[in-house]
């Protein structure tokens, strides 16, 4: 069994938006990072809209489960929600059940500038969904 990562320290797939000193006093007090009820499994899935009102993708844990996400604008939360949204284009593909959809509508809008800034992650382990090809090249 693998020994879990020292919480205080910053990630390195999340250092290079995250500012250490806010990170490490979120932390402050815990020696130790919590041992989850089960692993997750692998992330599968992907950020594929991104956009000033909309903000959707799908995730999919290997493990089985529906995922909660979060989903980050640089260090600011704007949501945490279940990844449980039946999608046509994921069932008829055999992805999973078909639910693992998840849909965020900000209010207000995001602006096109700060959009680059948007990431989602998996609650519990911070492991990111990857943007689509296509939200890369925007």
């Known amino acids: 069994m ?20 806010f990170f490490e006093a979120a932390f402050e007090g815990v020696t130790e990072a ?22 959707a993708g799908w995730a999919l844990d290997s493990a089985g489960g529906p995922v909660r996400v979060s989903i980050m604008l640089g260090r600011m939360k704007l949501a945490e929600l279940l990844a449980d949204s039946w999608r046509a284009d994921l069932s008829e593909a055999a992805i999973g059940t078909g639910h693992h959809g998840f849909e965020f509508r900000p ?5 096109r500038d700060l959009l680059g800034d948007v990431r989602v992650f998996r609650v519990g382990d911070k492991a990111e969904l990857p943007r689509t090809s296509e939200l890369e090249h925007q």
């Open 2 to 21: 693998s020994t879990p990562p020292n919480p205080t320290t910053v990630p390195p797939e999340i250092a290079s938006y995250v500012d250490e000193a």
């Open 34 to 55: 919590p041992v989850p009820a089960t692993a997750p499994g692998q992330l599968q899935g992907y950020l594929e809209d991104c956009s000033p009102d909309r903000i």
């Open 107 to 111: 209010t207000p809008p995001i602006a």
